[in-house]
């Protein structure tokens, strides 16, 4: 069985950073895909960046330059720099991780950390 566990989440002024975590625990998977997703308050889900266990990433246009998403292979780690928050940036901070067992995928959601952004 797998786990996620996130942290990282906070209270920050805008223009201030964060760097979020998520780390997967268990044994006999190999993950192929980590990503972060957002969802605030009265809104949808959103995609916020995503990276391949080949270092391929894709981030959302409302974050480019400002968010940056690495993982770490070898601890089945991924993080999410959030650098110049602006005040459309809080919400709830979900990881997502793909992940096979043999030949059969998963996908498997953290349980979330929240972002304030205010002054």
């Known amino acids: 069985q797998v786990q996620l566990v996130e942290s990282g989440g906070g209270l920050v002024q805008p223009g201030g950073s964060l760097r979020l975590s998520c780390a997967a625990s268990?044994?006999?998977?190999?993950?192929?895909?980590m990503a972060w997703y957002r969802r605030a308050p009265g809104k949808q889900l959103e995609l916020v960046a995503a990276v391949t266990s080949g270092g391929t990433t894709d981030y959302r246009d409302s974050v480019m330059g400002r968010f940056t998403i690495t993982n770490d292979n070898a601890n089945n780690t991924v993080y999410l720099q959030l650098n110049s928050l602006k005040p459309e940036d809080p919400a709830d901070y979900y990881c997502?991780?793909?992940?096979?067992?043999?030949?059969?995928?998963?996908?498997?959601w953290g349980q979330g950390t929240q972002v304030t952004v205010s002054s």
């Open positions: 997502n991780v793909g992940y096979s067992m043999g030949y059969v995928t998963y996908a498997l």
């Open positions: 268990g044994s006999g998977f190999s993950i192929y895909n």
